[in-house]
């Protein structure tokens, strides 16, 4: 027997080195290496061993069905197969791993065989978990648009694939509604390891780079929470926060119809945590200011429906100039409006930073003191 030409390529790809130099026990835990990492990638599961088997064969609901389970004889396979798989590690794999052994080359061609006919039997089984189903989900115009929801979903994913489903829910992003994808996506974010996270962020970083659909742009920034702004690569989030910027300060919202006119639709999507990690909160700030002190209505109209209490949040632990020079002239001049914006902010907590900050300039008015909450 010539056992290169017995067994399916990648299998000799991956015992080759070792059977060519006559480790036979090598080249036969390699091929059982082969074996769990099939089973590993195929289920996402992180097992080993026996515990691996029965996670990945057993129980009413195998993760991976060697056929449809409907008959006794189909049971008896899936079960048969089951301990056959729990016998290669107990019985051939532990003891050459534990023990010095050396392995004849029949011996050797004999268990490979029989491996690759167990690998051929997985490569065509079905898996509980399909891909393609489970996104039908997240695209699921019913989609429960809450955190609870999105958190369950997200657990029945296999940890091995968590990165492989990210990656398709942003490339087909546009299949689902935003929300429900955003909420999804936040939730599926907090589950991936580093490196998973990296492979995701790379993805993104490539939707990015170069588009000026408002749709993508979109999108990705909804999907793509505050907090893990800084993940991007920083030419392209630099690009991206332009563009949201262009939008932000040529933003117009019309009270009437309760729409945005001509620009700032797209910068809606920043959220407070957004801002925190972005570039220049300084330009920011300043660019809302003086669309407030503008004689453009749409302008301030829709700083103040959109930004205002984002821009006061971010600022309020390191407050930037240019929101502090409203405010100082805004109490100079006894701008009533200006006034009360300040006491929006802070008359509700004590403690709030910019008592310190606006001292001064509130000794003038003896009358604003900081009030206790109804509650």
Same mark, same amino acid.
């Given at each position: 027997?010539?056992?290169?030409?017995?067994?399916?390529?990648d299998l000799?790809?991956?015992?080759?080195?070792?059977?060519?130099?006559?480790?036979?026990?090598?080249?036969i835990? =390699?091929?059982?290496?082969k074996?769990?990492?099939?089973?590993?990638?195929?289920?996402?599961?992180?097992?080993?061993?026996?515990?691996?088997?029965?996670?990945?064969?057993?129980?009413?609901?195998?993760?991976?069905?060697?056929?449809?389970?409907?008959?006794d004889?189909?049971?008896?396979?899936?079960?048969?197969i089951?301990?056959?798989?729990?016998?290669?590690?107990?019985?051939?794999?532990?003891?050459?791993?534990? =023990?010095?052994?050396?392995?004849?080359? #029949?011996?050797c061609?004999?268990?490979?065989?029989?491996?690759?006919?167990?690998?051929?039997?997985?490569?065509?089984?079905?898996?509980?978990?399909?891909?393609?189903?489970?996104?039908?989900?997240v695209?699921?115009?019913?989609?429960?648009?809450?955190?609870?929801?999105?958190?369950? #979903?997200?657990?029945?994913?296999?940890?091995?694939?968590?990165?492989?489903?990210?990656?398709?829910?942003?490339?087909?992003?546009?299949?689902?509604n935003?929300?429900s994808?955003?909420?999804?996506?936040?939730?599926?974010?907090?589950?991936?390891?580093?490196?998973?996270?990296?492979r995701?962020?790379?993805?993104?970083?490539?939707?990015?780079k170069?588009?000026?659909?408002?749709?993508?742009?979109r999108?990705?920034v909804?999907?793509?929470?505050?907090?893990?702004?800084?993940?991007?690569?920083?030419?392209?989030?630099?690009?991206?926060?332009?563009?949201?910027?262009e939008?932000?300060?040529?933003?117009?919202?019309?009270?009437?119809i309760?729409?945005?006119?001509?620009?700032?639709?797209?910068?809606?999507?920043?959220?407070?945590?957004?801002?925190?990690?972005?570039?220049?909160i300084?330009?920011?700030?300043?660019?809302?200011v003086?669309m407030?002190?503008?004689?453009?209505?749409?302008?301030?109209?829709?700083?103040?429906?959109?930004?205002?209490?984002k821009?006061?949040?971010?600022?309020?632990?390191?407050?930037t100039?240019?929101?502090?020079?409203?405010?100082?002239q805004?109490?100079?001049?006894? =701008?009533?409006?200006?006034?009360?914006q300040?006491? =929006?902010?802070?008359?509700?907590?004590?403690?709030?930073?910019?008592?310190?900050?606006?001292?001064?300039?509130?000794?003038?008015?003896?009358?604003?003191?900081?009030?206790?909450?109804?509650?």
């Amino acid at each position: 027997m010539i056992i290169k030409n017995e067994i399916d390529t990648d299998l000799w790809e991956v015992i080759q080195k070792n059977y060519e130099s006559e480790n036979y026990t090598g080249a036969i835990l =390699d091929a059982i290496f082969k074996l769990t990492d099939v089973i590993r990638n195929k289920t996402g599961l992180e097992g080993d061993g026996a515990s691996l088997i029965g996670q990945a064969f057993g129980g009413s609901n195998p993760r991976i069905k060697l056929n449809k389970l409907q008959t006794d004889s189909e049971k008896d396979i899936q079960r048969g197969i089951q301990e056959i798989l729990r016998g290669i590690y107990t019985g051939i794999r532990n003891p050459r791993s534990h =023990d010095t052994m050396k392995d004849s080359q #029949l011996t050797c061609d004999s268990i490979i065989v029989f491996i690759n006919y167990l690998l051929q039997m997985i490569d065509k089984s079905k898996l509980s978990f399909d891909e393609k189903e489970y996104l039908k989900r997240v695209f699921d115009p019913y989609y429960v648009k809450t955190e609870k929801y999105s958190d369950l #979903l997200v657990q029945e994913i296999p940890k091995r694939q968590r990165g492989d489903i990210a990656i398709q829910v942003i490339l087909q992003r546009n299949d689902g509604n935003i929300h429900s994808v955003g909420l999804f996506f936040k939730a599926l974010l907090q589950q991936l390891e580093p490196s998973e996270l990296s492979r995701v962020f790379k993805v993104i970083d490539n939707e990015l780079k170069t588009t000026q659909d408002e749709s993508d742009i979109r999108y990705l920034v909804h999907m793509c929470p505050g907090e893990f702004w800084p993940q991007i690569e920083q030419t392209v989030r630099m690009r991206t926060e332009t563009i949201l910027y262009e939008d932000f300060s040529k933003a117009s919202y019309n009270e009437k119809i309760g729409k945005c006119v001509g620009h700032g639709n797209l910068a809606t999507w920043i959220t407070e945590s957004h801002l925190r990690n972005f570039d220049g909160i300084i330009k920011w700030t300043g660019q809302a200011v003086n669309m407030l002190q503008s004689n453009n209505k749409g302008a301030i109209s829709y700083i103040k429906e959109f930004f205002w209490y984002k821009i006061c949040h971010v600022n309020k632990e390191n407050i930037t100039w240019p929101l502090k020079y409203y405010f100082d002239q805004g109490l100079n001049d006894h =701008d009533q409006e200006v006034i009360e914006q300040l006491i =929006d902010q802070i008359v509700w907590d004590e403690k709030h930073p910019w008592w310190a900050v606006f001292e001064e300039g509130l000794k003038k008015y003896p009358d604003i003191k900081p009030e206790e909450l109804p509650f």
